[in-house]
């Protein structure tokens, strides 16, 4: 069972989770629309970004499993300014 961070809140998720179920875990949501748990992962949207530690640019939630001693962050501004720019809107925010 990984254990990672998810906006400082330190979890710990079944094997093979992957980020926007890990997140839960941690009592956040990561905004998502092309993303169902009971259907393949499709990967289209990009509106599920988080930015992980150590990586050179935010990734898609949905399909990133969750990793032992990963450090995710979900509100970074990198990460708004791709959610906007997927929707076109500046002035979108997920709170
Ligand atoms: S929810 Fe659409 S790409 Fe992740």
């Known amino acids: 069972m ?10 710990e998720v079944p094997a093979g989770t992957n980020l926007i179920e890990a997140a839960r875990h941690a009592g956040v949501e990561v905004p998502h629309y092309c993303y169902h748990p009971s259907l393949s992962i499709a990967g289209q949207c990009r509106l ?6 150590k990586a050179p640019r ?6 990133t499993v969750a990793a032992d001693g ?6 970074t501004d990198r990460v708004r300014e791709t ?8 002035s979108w925010s997920s709170t």
């Open 48 to 53: 599920c970004m988080v930015d992980i530690e």
């Open 58 to 63: 935010p990734t898609i939630a949905c399909n």
């Open 2 to 11: 990984p254990r990672l961070t998810v906006n400082g809140k330190q979890i």
């Open 83 to 90: 959610r906007c720019a997927r929707r076109g809107s500046r």
């Open 70 to 75: 990963m450090v995710v962050l979900t509100e």
